[in-house]
């Protein structure tokens, strides 16, 4: 449910979209579309091509992205691209390619941006999206760093109870609004329950219970699922007293932020708490279409029962809790049989959710699952009997919410069970499966999904039984559809856009979500899932709809469906809570696929890499004593021969990052003569020395990626030039040892590791000059290091300490020329020195 909006008009943003739509232009008419994170190596790999001026698509080419090499070549496999406003498309299909890398694909005259194969490709993604579910926190907001809705709420609809004040402070915001409602928390705290209880490993512990930055010995995943069950079992105070959601569309007064509420409905600072009856609800003119309390009840109870399971060693006073409060709210479905609905207040717009044994299906397996009561088994074959395929799936559309949950979690649990009725359960899936696959066979882009609002989400269902069908059957006949239903979410789609906000970092994906943090501050909301396209008829004929900056994707709107990355788009762009949490299962599968795979495949290389915030590498094997001396330059390289000379008297192997500056300078030659005979490793360091990212605002930069990319291969191609090579692993030292995620994507996506010094070893300050604040003498700097190294902070095992080549001539302490002392140090120390 949204809200309607006035937004700030930017004119900066304004400005830089007339720019893109610009760069659009110029770019021609054709286009390919990849997935943006990238491909495991041994995953579906297929970029979709689309025309608009109908060329011929034969033949394509797999590219290496440093040198152009073609490493791979097929046929283009013909596609239909009429329904999306193009006239000629084809799939591009290079699994057969397996090396890790980066790359880009070429048909004709047109070229991907650059993509990797890499089996880390989902690394961190499991974790990214829960971003979003912290900062849509309700009571205390970890983002806002404050306290919202503190007063929720009075109880209406309820015989005996209207008018009583409940304590149901807590969950989370459904979208950009503030309601909050069962449905969709139910089925995120199961989710985020059942992801983690399959793909443990993937998750870190670095926020508390509060959502607040620090471990507290609990997985994130886990502190926000409980910290939607603690609002589930407010919202299910006792035994047959439920209710269904905090406030209703009385809400949508335009963007505001949560702890500064303005809306009213007639309670002073309580917002109403809706008691589920099992009848029509609406306290004004438009009234929901309930018809019972199972769909709501079922839902309670498969929360509660996988939360149950999973507690039951680490919290077995609270599980015990769970699993009773299961069993009652089980039995309590069954008690009045029928769909419960949200109520609706101003307008006929509600969660219009029509059916029910799904709910009850899941629910009953859940409690066979934790108590082993055959009964339990048995009903819950009954209840999934009832409703073979989600009806979503047969009929190719559906009102809002109208058959939820998206996907039917009761079939994939019976049908990886091993029970006697498993086969029927695998079965039931691969028939939705494949209505999909043939309704979806001749798109380009494999997609089938219905258009409607939150399209988005039944991406993401249909990804997820996939992933499940496949696991429980083992059978891959639907992996290009799986992969194509994955590669969507990331860019593989008419736009080119990643639909999750923020991923990748330095892709293509929302800017400009429907949302108050974004509308009113500029503040992302990363991790959401947008809702996604909409039929073009369905935006056609939305009231209140007004874009507020020029389409950048207005190339792509001539199909059968659109999507917009504006804000004033509530229909296509605004990110939701239970459609982020319901993807938890599938990323989560992809990041521990990718663990897998790495034995086989490692990322890039064989080392132990230890990663900054940023993304790049600032320790290697930090298990081993060993350091990597790391030696750049750019304008000054006074100092090269007395470091070749030092390195080769130690008999230690460097590593070299150099500038296109510093090649281009004919009075370096002679050294770099002798670091390509002498064995040293060298790489690049930006050919002209670009700053990428500003110092104030480290998120912000100051290139965009052609101008690096441009500019890495011009520092690439001097290094070939003067007969460097290219080595196997390739790295990039970031000038002036400054960057953003952004800039390590980019560089990933190129096939580069980006690498830094590592903190707190402080040599890199020998570039200061006496007259400068953060002056740092060659003395002070072996004193620094020293320090350092006795702190017992991690001590400088697989460290990079970094000396530069040469320094502004106004500082006569040289550094490089302790560079001796500190080689001699370091040994005494017991360390072994490496080279990249």
Known sequence: MSSFCIVLRNKRFILITLLAVLILQLRGQTWIRINQLGYLPESV??????????????????????????????????????????????????????????????????????????????????????????????????????????????????????????????????????????????????????????????????????????????????????????????????????????????????????????????????????????????????????????????????????????????????????????????????????????????????????????????????????????????????????????????????????????????????????????????????????????????????????????????????????????????????????????????????????????????????HYPHSSFTALMGIPVYGGLVDGPVWSRIFRNLKGVELLRPDPFSDFQNGKAVYHDDTGDYSTNEPTMDGTACLSYSLSALEEEGLRQNNKYPDLDNCNYVFDDNGAVIRINPGEKSVYLVFSADEFGEGSETILNVLRDKEIKGSFFLTGNYIGNGVNSKAIRRMISEGHFLGPHSDKHLLYASWEKRDSLLVTRKEFEDDLLSNYSRLIKIGAGIPKTKYLLAPYEWYNKAVSYWAGSEGIVLVNLTPGTGTNADYTTPEMKNYQSSDALMTRIKKFESSGHDSLNGALILVHLGTDPSRIDKFYKRLGDLIDYLKSEGYNFKRL
């Open 45 to 510: 790999k297929v970029a979709v091509c689309i025309s608009s001026t109908g060329e011929k698509l034969k033949d394509f080419s797999l590219c290496d992205a440093v040198t152009g090499i073609e490493v791979y070549s097929g046929k283009v496999r013909e596609s239909q691209g009429r329904d999306w406003g193009m006239k000629s498309a084809g799939r591009l299909d290079f699994s057969g390619f397996t090396v890790p890398g980066g790359y880009y694909i070429k048909v004709n005259n047109t070229r991907s941006v650059s993509f990797r194969i890499s089996a880390g490709a989902y690394k961190g993604v499991s974790d990214y999206i829960l971003r979003y579910l912290r900062q849509q926190q309700c009571g205390y907001n970890p983002f806002m760093k404050d306290s919202c809705h503190t007063h929720d709420g009075i109880i209406v609809d309820h015989p005996q109870k209207t008018g009583q004040i409940i304590d149901v402070r807590g969950g989370w915001h459904d979208a950009s609004d503030y309601l909050q409602y069962v449905t969709t928390t139910a089925n995120a705290v199961y989710n985020l329950f059942y992801a983690y209880s399959e793909h443990p490993g993937v998750y870190s512990d670095n926020f508390n219970s509060s959502g607040d930055s620090g471990p507290n010995g609990i997985p994130d995943i886990l502190d926000e699922a409980l910290w939607g069950l603690d609002w589930l079992m407010k919202m299910n105070p006792s035994k047959g007293e439920m209710y269904n959601q905090v406030a209703d569309d009385r809400d949508h007064r335009g963007f505001r932020f949560p702890n500064r509420d303005s809306a009213s409905y007639g309670h002073g600072l309580y917002r109403p708490v809706y008691y589920i009856t099992g009848k029509p609800q609406g306290p004004a003119r438009f009234k929901n279409r309930t018809t019972g309390v199972s769909s709501a009840a079922g839902k309670f109870a498969s929360a509660f029962a996988i939360a149950a399971g999973v507690l039951k060693n680490s919290n077995p006073e609270l599980s015990r809790k769970l699993a009773t409060k299961a069993r009652d709210a089980f039995d309590f479905g069954l008690t009045d049989l029928g769909s419960t609905q949200t109520a609706c207040n101003v307008s006929p717009y509600f969660y219009e959710e029509d059916n029910y044994a799904d709910d009850l299906e899941l629910a009953a397996w859940q409690l066979f699952s934790l108590s082993g009561d055959s009964a339990y088994l048995r009903s819950a074959d009954y209840w999934g009997s009832l409703e073979p395929v989600t009806p979503w799936i047969e009929k190719d559309t559906a009102r809002h919410y109208q058959y939820y949950p998206f996907m039917n979690m009761g079939h994939a649990c019976l049908g990886m069970s091993g029970t006697g009725c498993s086969r029927r359960y695998i079965y039931f899936m691969r028939k939705g499966l494949n209505i999909l696959a043939e309704r979806g066979m001749n798109d380009p882009f494999l997609i089938s999904v219905p258009f409607t609002w939150c399209s988005n989400n039944f991406v993401a269902a249909a990804l997820q039984q996939h992933i499940l069908y496949r696991e429980a059957s083992g059978d891959n006949s639907f992996a290009e559809q799986e992969a194509a239903l994955r590669d969507w979410l990331f860019g593989c789609n008419p736009w080119g856009t990643s639909m999750i906000i923020g991923l990748p970092a330095g892709g293509i994906y929302p």
